[in-house]
C-alpha cells in the first residue's frame, strides 16, 4: 500500500505535467540524501526544487536539514507542497518557503 506522501507525490506530479512542467523525481537513496523529492523545469518559468510533504505528518531528514540550506544560499531554492492543488500550485511562483515547514513554526 502506497504511503500517503507518495499518493501526494504521484498527484503532484500529474498537476505539473498537466501544466507542461518536465518533473524528475529524485530517489532518496542514500546517493542523493538531502536532495528535494522532485526537481521540475518549464520552458517559461524555469526550474524549481520541490520537497513533498503530507501535511499531518511530516518531518525534514537531518541530510534535508543540512543540504535545504546551502541549496538555497547557492541560488536553488526550495518549495513544499502538500496537495496537488491550485493554491499550492500557486506556491511555485512566490518566495521559496520550506522553512515556513520548520518545526519551529508548528
Known amino acids: ?4 506522501e507518495a499518493i501526494i507525490q504521484e498527484a ?6 498537466n501544466k507542461s512542467w518536465l518533473v524528475k523525481p529524485t530517489h532518496g537513496n542514500m546517493f542523493q540524501c ?7 523545469t ?6 524549481r526544487w520541490v520537497e513533498v ?9 537531518p541530510a534535508q536539514l543540512e543540504w535545504f ?5 547557492n541560488g536553488s531554492r526550495v518549495w513544499v507542497l502538500v496537495a496537488a492543488t491550485e493554491a499550492e500550485y ?4 512566490k518566495p521559496a518557503n520550506w522553512t515556513h515547514y520548520l518545526s519551529i513554526w508548528k
Open 90 to 93: 500557486d506556491k511555485l511562483f
Open 12 to 17: 503532484i506530479i500529474q498537476l505539473l505535467r
Open 1 to 4: 500500500m502506497a504511503r500517503p
Open 42 to 47: 518549464h520552458a517559461k518559468y524555469g526550474h
Open 34 to 40: 538531502g536532495f528535494p523529492d522532485l526537481f521540475c
Open 69 to 73: 540550506p546551502q541549496f538555497c544560499a
Open 53 to 61: 510533504k503530507n501535511p499531518s505528518a511530516y518531518h525534514f531528514t
